[in-house]
């Protein structure tokens, strides 16, 4: 069968790519959304962190920055969104252009900067949504961020967990974007520890029965030495989950020159194997006691599947949606029911991590 999406996809990479992401994200807000075959099985349901997940498919960070597509996102079929990134105030982000695609990888170059509208206008239209009579279900993360003239970053994350904790089904703390000077340096042992300290305690004091998950997204360019370090804090300060992974500063040998020199995060076809593997070796590293959610490089069931056999117990598609539409939430979960009695499995709990299980 066609993917009707394709047929438009020539004239939709004829736009500037940030233009078509408006373009797109205000007919989801404007334009009524059909259900767009939503998958319903118990196979795919799962308890995540005391929350139910009707799937295990998502849309990552970055697609709804201002939380003002939640519905039309879950009318997708989504089982989940994580919405933002959003800073304190309103932020407008890096000098433009800094969206870049390559259809033949399949792959997209950004150096955004986390432009978004605040954390005031961010939580009224969440809220507007929460309010809505006969609203889809779904779960929703809030991936939050830092301004950037931030000299004290763990003070922009707290205010974030004071003022959106309350409304999130979990939280996600974004310190490895590449596109934000100083971020990543979050991630290194000597900060991390006291960074996600302070951030714990916020976290506690502020949400009261409401506490929220809190995850931690990390980037896919770190070694192994790194991820040890890291697996052993997030075990020790009791994160409740990691994203893997944000996109990656690395250019394969593959890309064409005058789309690899664009400077940004990659993310994409060219993505897949080395967030795959980061969530191997996480998943080993933290003995499977945190829930991942698995992201990079997905447009199909069976590389979705690919990222829950490796670890994940959810998967998150940014990139994949560009390439291959709306569609794209029903065709993965359509298809991962098929991989499931493929493979003598009766639901998709039993896939999670199955890869490091069999070698084992």
Same mark, same amino acid.
């Given at each position: 069968?066609?993917? $009707?999406?394709?047929?438009? /996809?020539?004239?939709?990479?004829?736009?500037?790519?940030?233009?078509?992401?408006?373009?797109?994200?205000?007919?989801?807000?404007?334009?009524?959304?059909?259900?767009?075959?939503?998958?319903?099985?118990?196979?795919?349901?799962?308890?995540?962190?005391?929350?139910?997940?009707?799937?295990?498919?998502?849309?990552?960070?970055?697609?709804?920055?201002?939380?003002?597509?939640?519905?039309?996102?879950?009318?997708?079929?989504?089982?989940?969104?994580?919405?933002?990134?959003?800073?304190?105030?309103?932020?407008?982000?890096? @000098?433009? $252009?800094?969206i870049f695609r390559d259809p033949k990888s399949q792959s997209v170059i950004n150096r955004m900067g986390f432009p978004?509208?605040?954390?005031?206008?961010?939580?009224?239209?969440?809220?507007?949504?929460?309010?809505?009579?006969?609203? @889809?279900?779904?779960?929703?993360?809030?991936? =939050?961020?830092?301004?950037?003239?931030?000299?004290?970053?763990?003070?922009?994350?707290?205010?974030?967990?004071?003022?959106?904790?309350?409304?999130?089904?979990?939280?996600?703390? !974004?310190?490895?974007?590449?596109?934000?000077?100083?971020?990543?340096?979050?991630?290194?042992?000597?900060?991390?520890?006291?960074?996600?300290?302070?951030?714990?305690?916020?976290?506690?004091?502020?949400?009261?029965?409401?506490?929220?998950?809190?995850?931690?997204?990390?980037?896919?360019?770190?070694?192994?030495?790194?991820?040890?370090?890291?697996?052993?804090?997030?075990?020790?300060? !009791?994160?409740?989950? =990691?994203?893997?992974?944000?996109?990656?500063?690395?250019?394969?040998?593959?890309?064409?020159? !005058?789309?690899?020199? &664009?400077?940004?995060?990659?993310?994409?076809?060219?993505?897949?194997?080395?967030?795959?593997?980061?969530?191997?070796?996480?998943?080993?590293?933290? /003995?499977?006691?945190? @829930?991942? =959610?698995?992201?990079?490089?997905?447009?199909?069931?069976?590389?979705?599947?690919?990222?829950?056999?490796?670890?994940?117990?959810?998967?998150?598609?940014?990139?994949?949606?560009?390439?291959?539409? @709306?569609? =794209?939430?029903?065709?993965?979960? &359509?298809?991962?029911?098929?991989?499931?009695? /493929?493979?003598?499995?009766?639901?998709?709990?039993?896939?999670?991590?199955?890869?490091?299980?069999?070698?084992?």
């Amino acid at each position: 069968m066609v993917n $009707p999406y394709h047929l438009a /996809r020539p004239l939709v990479f004829k736009m500037d790519p940030e233009l078509a992401h408006q373009l797109t994200v205000k007919a989801l807000k404007t334009l009524p959304v059909p259900t767009c075959g939503t998958v319903k099985s118990e196979k795919l349901t799962q308890n995540i962190w005391g929350l139910d997940f009707l799937n295990p498919v998502g849309v990552a960070a970055g697609f709804d920055k201002n939380a003002e597509v939640v519905s039309s996102v879950f009318h997708l079929g989504f089982g989940f969104t994580e919405v933002g990134t959003v800073t304190p105030k309103t932020q407008n982000g890096n @000098p433009k $252009p800094r969206i870049f695609r390559d259809p033949k990888s399949q792959s997209v170059i950004n150096r955004m900067g986390f432009p978004n509208k605040g954390a005031l206008e961010f939580k009224e239209n969440l809220e507007k949504f929460l309010h809505m009579k006969d609203r @889809p279900k779904g779960i929703i993360g809030i991936n =939050i961020g830092m301004n950037k003239e931030q000299n004290d970053p763990a003070h922009d994350y707290c205010a974030l967990i004071r003022s959106l904790g309350p409304i999130a089904d979990f939280l996600v703390v !974004n310190i490895s974007s590449p596109n934000t000077p100083g971020l990543r340096d979050l991630q290194k042992k000597k900060t991390l520890q006291a960074f996600l300290k302070r951030l714990r305690d916020e976290q506690k004091s502020c949400c009261g029965k409401q506490n929220p998950p809190l995850l931690i997204k990390l980037a896919p360019d770190l070694d192994e030495p790194q991820q040890e370090e890291i697996a052993d804090i997030l075990l020790s300060e !009791n994160i409740d989950g =990691i994203v893997l992974s944000n996109t990656t500063t690395s250019r394969p040998a593959s890309l064409p020159q !005058n789309f690899s020199q &664009k400077i940004g995060g990659l993310s994409g076809a060219p993505l897949r194997a080395m967030s795959t593997q980061i969530i191997r070796n996480f998943y080993k590293l933290t /003995r499977g006691k945190l @829930p991942i =959610i698995g992201i990079g490089g997905i447009s199909n069931a069976e590389e979705a599947y690919e990222k829950i056999k490796a670890g994940a117990s959810l998967v998150e598609v940014y990139t994949g949606l560009v390439y291959e539409g @709306p569609m =794209i939430a029903s065709a993965i979960n &359509k298809g991962l029911l098929s991989l499931l009695e /493929r493979d003598g499995l009766s639901h998709i709990s039993e896939a999670i991590g199955l890869d490091a299980r069999s070698k084992g």
